[in-house]
């Protein structure tokens, strides 16, 4: 798992996170961690189907109110429902040009 997780850190450009299980939800919780401390500055967004992570959200907001996050951590990751619009907001985080035509995805 570290060495799958390694891998992915090395070659990716972005994080987006689908809905999905507890693997899921540790890779997210590890990249937005490494992205806090400095280790990587690549964009982490967050698919939010349907509200599937509607109530990981309301968690979050609670730590922030209980004071174990901060807006700032918060603000590391990019949240959306909308598939298209997420994409074209990670890659142009990651500095690349937006393509003319992302419809298809």
Known sequence: MHERKQMMAE???VFLALPGGIG??????EVWTWRQLGYHDKPIGLLNTSGYYDGLLQFTQNSVTQGFLSDWQMDLIRISSDPVALLEELVQAAGFAPRANVEGL
């Open 11 to 13: 070659r990716a450009d």
């Open 24 to 29: 899921t939800f540790e890779e997210l919780f």
